[in-house]
């Protein structure tokens, strides 16, 4: 989609201003007449945001402190040319509810909603009443690396740490929300920060890495990288095997990783045969397994983003023919993957109370990050929605 040169008052349309000193990311102030509702833009301020979704990948929206459920569902649906316009019962949020809700899934925590609109769930810390979440109240679970890493932080140099310390901590999963087994991943995510920290407070992001890397970041920042510097920062030797090769995903394969643990930056797992067995998993079909082209490309810049979850990944194909088993493909595509997370490329959103981030879930990957001491809380919430549209290479 592209725009004319539409002579419109600064008011009348949306104003797209990008983040100074920052690798990616833009602020959009809304015009007056959608009444602080951007589901509500007319065609072509709608477009302008598509477009800066797709340019910038993360797009920051202000003062969104009573943004409904429905209007951000409607938000987050109305990017996706690929899904029904009418028939919304074969519309569904990234993950199927029901393979969400197994006990063995590392995403079981995501599974609170909202209860008349439940494609979009509720993430967060501590305890929340309110009658759109049920009629108990639910106490929510911020993710740590400490469930989820091999190796862990001190736990006295990250929780109640003495007056002037900053807590330690690290990145939790970098991640491409998506299924990755039946359905295809959405194009994009809205999240509605409602209750956050205050910028104030301060995290230091340990990488655990050869070279030491450390980010500041407010507490529980939500970083992204873009998955077009990834693909830059690659050799032209290894530019040339990734436009050629695809990954293959195990099925459900949050509960296939379910006994595994993340390596120090939340890249891909350490292989230890901890892997449920494929007959161990919830009944699956072959037809339905994902394999997918390793480098998508941004239908507005035409770049090419090397987009991939390394948590996940089960098989790579290359180009060559060679196939390589999980535990070559983890370690090589920890190596795709591992310069696009230097400190220097990553966005750490600060975030504010009432901010609306909508991100390119084709363009970026992402990883929340932080932990909380004892009463502290955070609440967002979060709306996603599977495509039919088929990532894929354009040449």
């Not at 995290?203 to 992204?224: H, I, M, P, R, W």
């Not at 089960?314 to 997370?341: C, N, V």
């Not at 991100?359 to 039919?388: K, M, P």
């Amino acid at each position: 989609m592209t725009l004319g040169d539409i002579p419109l008052a600064a008011n009348e349309t949306i104003t797209v201003t990008p983040l100074k000193n920052k690798p990616l990311g833009c602020t959009v102030t809304l015009p007056q007449y959608c009444g602080n509702d951007p589901s509500k833009l007319n065609e072509i301020d709608h477009i302008k945001l598509y477009e800066a979704v797709l340019t910038y990948l993360v797009v920051v929206i202000p003062g969104m402190n009573k943004f409904s459920p429905q209007s951000q569902y409607n938000l987050t649906r109305s990017f996706d040319q690929s899904l029904p316009q009418k028939d919304t019962s074969k519309i569904s949020y990234g993950h199927d509810h029901k393979i969400l809700a197994n006990e063995k899934s590392i995403l079981k925590r995501d599974l609170i909603t909202i209860k008349e609109q439940p494609e979009v769930h509720v993430l967060g810390n501590g305890e929340w009443n309110n009658p759109i979440y049920g009629n108990e109240t639910i106490n929510l679970k911020h993710p740590t690396h400490f469930t989820f890493h091999k190796n862990t932080l001190p736990k006295e140099k990250c929780f109640n740490v003495p007056e002037g310390e900053i807590p330690w901590t690290r990145f939790y999963r970098w991640h491409i929300d998506s299924a990755l087994y039946k359905l295809y991943p959405p194009l994009i995510t809205t999240l509605l920060g409602l209750k956050v920290p205050s910028k104030n407070k301060k995290q230091l992001v340990k990488y655990g890495d050869e070279e030491s890397n450390e980010l500041l970041v407010q507490q529980a920042a939500t970083c992204f990288v873009s998955g077009a510097k990834a693909f830059d920062l690659l050799s032209e030797k290894d530019k040339e095997i990734v436009l050629n090769s695809k990954v293959m995903y195990a099925p459900h394969p949050y509960i296939y990783i379910s006994n595994c643990k993340a390596t120090n930056e939340g890249l891909t797992m350490v292989s230890e045969k901890k892997e449920l067995a494929l007959n161990e998993l919830p009944p699956w079909e072959e037809q339905h397994i994902m394999k997918l082209p390793l480098v998508w490309t941004n239908p507005v810049t035409k770049k090419h983003h090397l987009q991939v979850h390394g948590c996940c990944v089960y098989k790579l194909f290359l180009s060559d023919g060679t196939i390589l088993e999980l535990e070559e493909a983890r370690k090589t595509i920890y190596q795709w993957m591992k310069p696009a997370i230097a400190p220097k490329n990553v966005y750490a959103h600060e975030w504010s109370n009432g901010e609306l981030c909508i991100f390119y879930n084709r363009g970026v990957w992402h990883s929340v990050s932080g932990q909380f001491d004892e009463g502290e809380t955070r609440l967002c919430h979060q709306c996603n929605i599977a495509s039919n549209d088929v990532p894929k290479t354009v040449e």
